[in-house]
């Protein structure tokens, strides 16, 4: 049977009556995310370089000040010390670039299993409000660690984001999760340390019919963490620590054993441009040649859960629903 693809996604398989719901990882295309298939982006997080080519296609810039002004990053301290980090920035090695070919990126691994890192505004409020249903959201992320974890992430208020946001996490079956976040797909490769991408449409996010059934108003500022990202059941990094160094509030660390450890080069809201992906359809032929579970084997008569789908254009692992 013939099926009928957006390029951005795959509209699900069929099979025996059932969808079959797609990932939403996918490996960074080469060169990076192609801006210009996109519109009315909504920034939280981006090199300057990024920014500056989408240029007035912007709509709402909170990126992340490097002079610490507007907003800053904060890691989490210890309850006990709070000179003690529960993440630590590890340092990129010479040569590292992001999903673009540029230097700038956030490392970040943890020293304590809790450990969270927050978009927090200082002099300006995070401006969310022209995000819609048409958005997508859009978030590059690499596992470079020893050890791969799962990883959450969420968006909007802090203080309301349980009924007014999106908790998502990677590294677990789509619409699987734990505790409050909802999980939108597998790392492909686990801590490869290749980039990738998440890319999830507002509309599926919303939908009390799938797999999530968030809700969000974003129509007044936002005066408290607007972002958070964390690991799930990580292997902690081992570091010695000094000081805190003249001027510094916080010890320094030399990481001495790494463990999880997870990067971040974008997190931005757009909408697809006509001319862009999304626009763009084409014709193809996908047929199933086999099924299989988790461990590898054959399944002729599939039930709900996820499984690995070999067809004429490739292998994925794919949550039957």
């Not at 960074?28 to 210009?36: E, I, K, N, S, Y």
């Not at 160094?245 to 080069?265: F, Q």
């Not at 006509?274 to 599939?302: F, L, M, Q, S, W």
Request: proline residues 5%; hydrophobic residues 35%.
């Amino acid at each position: 049977m013939k099926k009928r693809f957006t390029l951005i996604f795959a509209a699900a398989i069929f099979v025996g009556g059932m969808a079959i719901a797609q990932n939403y990882i996918t490996k960074a295309p080469a060169g990076g995310f192609d801006l210009a298939g996109g519109k009315e982006y909504v920034v939280l997080y981006a090199p300057q370089t990024v920014i500056d080519r989408m240029g007035s296609n912007v709509v709402s810039n909170n990126n992340l000040d490097a002079n610490q002004v507007d907003n800053t990053l904060e890691y989490w301290v210890t309850d006990w010390d709070a000179k003690d980090l529960t993440l630590y920035n590890v340092p990129p090695k010479d040569g590292e670039v992001n999903s673009f070919g540029d230097a700038e990126f956030i490392n970040a691994t943890p020293l304590y299993a809790w450990g969270t890192g927050v978009f927090m505004p200082k002099a300006k409020a995070y401006d969310l409000s022209k995000i819609t249903d048409r958005h997508h959201l859009h978030i590059g992320l690499r596992d470079f660690g020893t050890s791969p974890s799962k990883y959450q992430f969420s968006v909007g208020s802090q203080k309301t984001i349980k009924s007014n946001g999106f908790q998502i996490m990677a590294g677990v079956g789509v619409g699987q999760g734990s505790g409050d976040y909802v999980g939108i797909g597998e790392m492909p490769n686990g801590n490869d340390g290749e980039w990738y991408y998440i890319d999830v449409p507002v509309k599926d996010l919303v939908d009390e019919n799938g797999n999530f059934g968030f809700s969000y108003n974003f129509s007044a500022p936002v005066a408290d963490g607007v972002f958070t990202f964390s690991f799930n059941s990580p292997v902690c990094s081992t570091a010695t620590k000094t000081g805190p160094a003249p001027g510094e509030t916080v010890y320094t660390y030399e990481i001495t054993k790494l463990g999880s450890a997870l990067s971040l080069d974008h997190i931005f809201f757009y909408v697809p441009s006509e001319n862009g992906v999304e626009g763009v359809t084409a014709e193809v032929d996908e047929k199933i040649i086999a099924i299989y579970d988790i461990t590898g084997c054959k399944v002729e008569k599939p039930g709900r859960g996820l499984y690995i789908v070999k067809t004429n254009l490739g292998a994925r692992k794919v949550l039957f629903k």
